[in-house]
T-cell receptor, first 117, second 110 residues
Framework: EAGVAQSPRYKIIEKRQSVAFWCNPI?????LYWYQQILGQGPKLLIQ????????DSQLPKDRFSAERLKGVDSTLKIQPAKLEDSAVYLC???????????????FGPGTRLTVL | GQQVMQIPQYQHVQEGEDFTTYCNSS?????IQWYKQRPGGHPVFLIQ?????EVKKQKRLTFQFGEAKKNSSLHITATQTTDVGTYFC??????????FGSGTRLSIRP
């Protein structure tokens, strides 16, 4: 079974530039998550999708971050414009999401390491 | 808002010694998951605890969920070099909101 795919693996940009990350979850997984992991900290949930609907985006800085999962499969996360404090690893995870309200195993991708100069 | 704290932040042990990390939530959790992240890697699921007072074992790893469902612990018996990494708890609220702890980084002296 193929795992969660993410690209790019690394990205270096200057502040005020834009950047986009792509995630392809495990086939058949209905739930997709985007996390921000700053060095030395635990992952912070940015947004959670159930199919193509948003379940939780309460911690997404909506003035600069956006995410979509139009066909309920792969997803993109965009930052526009980037700030220095956005330097982090952006992790995508997916889970089966069989029933609303139930939690199941999350499978994480390798992440995208973003450096904002 | 809901907070999930983990202690200690770091632990450096001699190979063969035991290791414990603790996870404490400010609110009652519906369930808790534990993940391990190797250096340079991504979090990998270890286990999920759902019931009050639940105890689960995986070889040398023992996981506990507190009676009040506000705290949890992970204990590793006789650590090995392969146990190196950061251990995270992830608490789920009744509204299925997920909060990861800050993690405990385990390093081991051979």
């Amino acid at each position: 079974e193929a795992g969660v795919a993410q690209s790019p693996r690394y990205k270096i940009i200057e502040k005020r530039q834009s950047v986009a990350f792509w995630c392809n979850p495990i086939s058949g997984h209905a739930t997709l998550y985007w996390y921000q992991q700053i060095l030395g900290q635990g992952p912070k949930l940015l947004i959670q999708f159930q199919n193509n609907g948003v379940v939780d985006d309460s911690q997404l800085p909506k003035d600069r971050f956006s995410a979509e999962r139009l066909k309920g499969v792969d997803s993109t996360l965009k930052i526009q414009p980037a700030k220095l404090e956005d330097s982090a690893v952006y992790l995508c995870a997916s889970s089966l999401g069989l029933r609303a309200g139930l939690t199941d195993t999350q499978y994480f991708g390798p992440g995208t390491r973003l450096t904002v100069l | 808002g809901q907070q999930v704290m983990q202690i200690p932040q770091y632990q450096h042990v001699q190979e063969g010694e035991d290791f414990t990390t603790y996870c404490n939530s400010s609110t009652t959790l519906s369930n808790i998951q534990w993940y391990k992240q190797r250096p340079g890697g991504h979090p990998v699921f270890l286990i999920q605890l759902v019931k009050s007072g639940e105890v689960k074992k995986q070889k040398r790893l023992t996981f506990q969920f507190g009676e009040a469902k506000k705290n949890s612990s992970l204990h590793i018996t006789a650590t090995q070099t392969t146990d190196v990494g950061t251990y995270f708890c992830a608490g789920y609220s009744s509204a299925s909101k997920i909060i990861f702890g800050s993690g405990t980084r385990l390093s081991i002296r051979p």
